[in-house]
């Protein structure tokens, strides 16, 4: 069964708090890891991926994977009210039936 | 400019009829999506398609179907079949099936009158 999973939130942090967002996912073999985000409305635009343990840098955003953990996570930092929408955590799942499976999604709501 | 494009954006379905989504891509990729959104829900996979004449049932394939003619298109048909069409669909593709990036077009938002 292919499964990832979120904290469907909301999660409400301040302006310039460091927004900390979670995933975990089942299969063990899985190899590389998105993150995207999703305004209202809108289609998912990627902002991360990561296919290595360890940390991943890009501005404001850092992924985190831990795949003993079977653990991936984004930590925005200097967080703004732009970057108020949902983050979807997406996995693939190798084998025969490659394909991206996603979680439902943690909405982050960043208070000026 | 490079990019996928899902048209209409907006699509309006009577009860017992068939509709066509259209997916288009100029990023020369290989692998084309198709998932259903919808409200406070995640992402599920109706049909991916990792090479031109070649497509796979995803996990809600039901009432749906699709065509990979040309690597650059991908319709989607929300057949009568699917009792419960109202949803938002997103088209994406990736250079590979596997361990690479999806990018996804604008998406059609599907509504039955």
Redesign the interface.
């Known amino acids: 069964q292919k499964e990832?999973e979120q904290n469907s939130g909301p999660l409400s942090v301040p302006e310039g708090a460091i927004a900390s967002l979670n995933c975990t996912y089942s299969d063990r073999g899985s190899?590389?890891f998105?993150w995207y985000r999703q305004y209202s409305g809108?289609?998912?635009?990627?902002i991360m991926?990561i296919?290595s343990n360890g940390d991943k840098e890009d501005g404001r955003f850092t992924a985190q994977l831990n795949k003993a953990s079977q653990y991936v996570s984004l930590l925005i930092r200097d967080s703004q009210p732009s970057d108020s929408a949902t983050y979807?955590c997406?996995v693939?799942f190798?084998g025969s039936?490659?394909?991206?499976?996603?979680?439902?999604?943690t909405k982050l709501s960043v208070k000026p | 400019d490079g990019g996928i494009t899902q048209s209409p954006k907006y699509l309006f379905r009577k009860e017992g009829q068939n509709v066509t989504l259209s997916c288009e891509q100029n990023l020369n990729h290989d692998a084309m999506?198709w998932?259903r959104q919808d409200p406070?829900?995640?992402?599920r996979?109706i049909y991916?398609s990792q090479i031109v004449n070649d497509f796979?049932k995803?996990d809600i394939a039901e009432g749906y179907s699709v065509s990979r003619e040309k690597k650059e298109s991908f319709p989607l048909t929300v057949t009568s079949a699917q009792k419960n069409p109202t949803a938002f669909y997103?088209c994406?593709s990736?250079i590979q099936?596997?361990?690479?990036?999806?990018?996804?077009?604008?998406?059609t938002r599907l509504t039955v009158v």
Not at chain 2, 97 to 107: D, I, K, P
């Open positions: 990832v190899q590389s998105f809108k289609s998912p635009e990627l991926s296919y979807l997406a693939t190798g039936q490659g394909n991206l499976i996603f979680g439902k999604g | 999506y998932y406070g829900q995640g992402l996979l991916y796979q995803g997103l994406a990736s099936l596997q361990n690479t990036e999806a990018f996804f077009g604008q998406g």
